[in-house]
């Protein structure tokens, strides 16, 4: 198999395995589900599982990762003279909107509140909570300091920018797992990433 083919299928068994992961999940609650469970759902034997993930949170958290690195390559692309908030945003959305369509189905953007009651728990987990940002955060700083000219190291502004990103996407995840009636997680990033383009002004017109 050609290098490129055999790097296609390893991604391509990697998301299997992940989306398996969650399927199980929001059917079974992830208490009750295995890595033989996961395995059996994507087609593969238990020893393919343990090649490409050590269990379960792991297989979970992959989504989140190749989402965020997929941002952060989108952010990398966006146009120079697009102001910052703009292409942050635009960059942690489409990926997600992707994302929730093979999840959901582009029809139902909206986890059901059996799902929803699911996602609650996989929350409360810290190998899930943290895997968005895991060992991608000083890769938010370097893109944000090569569009805004800032040295990393030296430089305030790119790790701010990038820990305000993290607290953007844990408020919206926080609402979004305890919003009854079910609301669209996208719509609460938006929301989230226009109140910081704004200046966070407070609430009721105060300066």
Do not use: C, H
Not at 1 to 26: I, V, Y
Not at 45 to 58: H, M, P, Q
Not at 111 to 118: A, D, I, K, S, V
Request: hydrophobic share 40%; net charge neutral; proline share 6%.
């Amino acid at each position: 198999m050609a290098p490129g083919l055999r790097e296609r299928k390893k991604l391509d068994t990697r998301r299997a395995l992940s989306d398996a992961a969650l399927s199980l999940a929001f059917e079974r609650g992830l208490e009750n589900v295995t890595r033989e469970d996961i395995a059996n759902l994507a087609g593969v034997s238990l020893r393919t599982f343990t090649n490409y993930f050590a269990g379960k949170y792991d297989a979970l958290a992959y989504r989140q990762q190749e989402r965020m690195r997929r941002s952060i390559d989108m952010l990398r692309a966006r146009p120079a003279d697009e102001p910052l908030w703009t292409a942050i945003t635009e960059s942690v959305i489409k990926p997600l909107d992707a994302d929730m369509a093979d999840v959901y189905g582009v029809e139902n953007a909206l986890p059901t509140r059996q799902q929803l009651g699911e996602v609650r728990k996989l929350l409360m987990i810290p190998e899930i909570r943290d895997a968005t940002f895991r060992g991608m955060a000083e890769e938010w700083v370097a893109v944000i300091a090569e569009r805004t000219g800032t040295d990393p190291r030296r430089d305030m502004y790119p790790r701010l920018v990038a820990a305000i990103v993290r607290a953007v996407g844990d408020v919206a995840m926080d609402d979004y797992g305890n919003s009854d009636p079910p609301v669209s997680f996208t719509s609460l990033l938006r929301k989230g990433f226009a109140a910081v383009a704004a200046g966070l002004p407070e609430p009721g017109g105060k300066n």
